[in-house]
């Protein structure tokens, strides 16, 4: 059963990196001049966030990006919150995605997809003045065929782990341990933070949780905590990458993490009324998992706009600007 459940979470991240590929590849430098043009304001940076968070499937490769265009001195620190904002938002689309129990389906999308790629190898051309827009056409359509591929695994590995984690509904030490995170949400804060950080991926792990919680063995309290903890853990990847770099790129990450951080200190305090509020949008418990990432995101993200220059200032005057030496 770990290994049905380790192949099939395997299949959805090798999916998802395989969907940002072809994505990537189709709007990387469109998210890059999107970026740099629409970020004049806290809430164009939001929109801007939840675009290219959309177009890339990936918060964390947005936020890596700002950190980036920060590091190249084309954006300031004090843009790149609306984005970070927004991209905490559009990271969402996957999870929901998911929940449409699209299961059936991924073996075609993968089928599809996979005569797109390979159709792309053989795009005739006539004149030898059409090589260049040959190469263009099929750099588009591998890309699309990469896309619908990674689009179709997602739900062949989520259906993969809905199957393996069945036999854990009536697993004793399994529905315990679960119980336990239950009655105990800081342990599933825990579990979700570090699970997020080995796999380096929140949309991974809360597609995990929703297998979980459609196998009937987890609580709704103990995946709402789990949830909370995916979105600390997807700060791993931010804090790695701000390693050795400028001032603004620490600042960066750790709005990254202030955010996620504050947000599920904030709503654990509220963590009864928010499990009821949950249920009483769904009685399903796969839909009840996304309901509560797509709230604690879209909650705690709007929340934090209006302050999104009070926090510039804050992380500024911690981390301050290295002084030069005379």
Not at 8 to 14: A, H, K, N, Q, S
Not at 31 to 46: A, C, D, M, Q, Y
Not at 175 to 192: C, D, E, S, V
Not at 266 to 278: G, R
């Amino acid at each position: 059963m770990v290994m049905e459940v380790a192949a099939g979470l395997l299949v959805f991240i090798i999916g998802l990196f395989t969907l940002r590929s072809g994505m990537g590849e189709l709007s990387n430098r469109e998210s890059e001049r999107l970026i740099e043009r629409l970020v004049k304001t806290p809430f164009r940076g939001l929109l801007t966030g939840i675009v290219a968070t959309a177009m890339l499937q990936s918060g964390a490769a947005v936020t890596i990006l700002s950190m980036g265009l920060v590091a190249a001195g084309t954006l300031r620190f004090a843009d790149t919150i609306g984005i970070i904002l927004g991209s905490n938002i559009g990271s969402t689309l996957t999870v929901g995605l998911l929940s449409l129990n699209l299961d059936a389906f991924g073996p075609y999308l993968v089928a599809a997809g996979s005569i797109a790629f390979l159709a792309s190898f053989f795009a005739p051309h006539k004149r030898p003045s059409s090589v260049s827009i040959k190469a263009t056409a099929q750099r588009r359509i591998r890309a699309w065929g990469l896309s619908v591929i990674g689009f179709g695994t997602l739900f062949v590995g989520f259906g993969l782990m809905t199957h393996a984690t069945m036999p854990l509904a009536s697993s004793p030490w399994v529905t315990h341990l679960l119980l336990q995170a239950g009655r105990h949400p800081m342990l599933g804060i825990a579990a979700g933070t570090v699970v997020t950080a080995m796999i380096g991926s929140s949309s991974a792990s809360t597609a995990l949780t929703m297998s979980l919680a459609k196998a009937g063995a987890l609580p709704l309290l103990a995946g709402i905590a789990i949830v909370f903890g995916n979105n600390i853990g997807t700060c791993a990847t931010a804090l790695l990458a701000a390693i050795g770099g400028t001032r603004d790129v620490l600042r960066v990450a750790a709005f990254h993490v202030l955010l996620n951080v504050l947000g599920t200190c904030i709503f654990f305090l509220a963590l009864l009324p928010f499990a009821k509020l949950v249920q009483s949008v769904t009685k399903d418990p796969v839909t009840q998992i996304v309901v509560a990432h797509v709230l604690f995101n879209v909650i705690s993200s709007l929340a934090a706009l209006p302050f999104s220059r009070l926090f510039a200032r804050l992380l500024t005057a911690v981390i301050p600007d290295r002084r030069r030496s005379a």
